[in-house]
């Protein structure tokens, strides 16, 4: 199965198509790039056919992990709706389902280890740390340690901005 002459007769517009109903990212770029390529190449290598049968093999693992990846983000929806300060979460600039599930996991689903709305709004992001400039990293090494450029403390990935 050589698929050079078969992307050259299918073209840009039908590759793209495809594509796009498949739900590939930046389908128009990689179809143009497709054609390109295909366009460019003359020469058909041994075992060229095996290659092509990997790449092929290779997408649909692709496609079946970002079918996968749809139905966890859908089953994160859910459950973290289920959760009483899901509301409060989601109502913030930035929070979807899944940081929302990230946050209420790294806390324990208990908001008052941050002792007050203040200090809840600075590790959300959404106010100043004292002492940090702007555009200064907040890292973390739990609810109620936020530092400005701490040198050896990890970034906690619940407390992005």
Not at 67 to 89: C, F, N, P, S
């Amino acid at each position: 199965m050589v698929l050079t002459p078969r992307i050259r007769r299918a073209g840009q517009a039908r590759i793209h198509a495809w594509l796009k109903k498949q739900g590939a990212r930046s389908s128009a770029a990689v179809a143009t790039a497709a054609v390109e390529a295909a366009e460019s190449q003359h020469t058909i290598v041994p075992a060229q056919h095996m290659g092509e049968s990997i790449v092929a093999a290779l997408a649909r693992e692709v496609l079946t992990l970002n079918e996968e990846l749809a139905e966890l983000d859908a089953l994160i929806g859910q459950k973290v709706a289920e959760h009483r300060h899901t509301r409060i979460l989601l109502s913030m600039p930035g929070f979807g389902p899944v940081l929302a599930a990230e946050f209420l996991g790294a806390t324990g689903g208990d908001l008052t280890v941050f002792e007050t709305a203040d200090r809840f709004a600075g590790v959300a992001g959404l106010a100043p740390h004292p002492g940090t400039r702007a555009g200064s990293p907040v890292i973390t090494t739990g609810p109620g340690a936020t530092t400005a450029d701490s040198s050896g403390c990890s970034t906690s990935p619940g407390f992005r901005r």
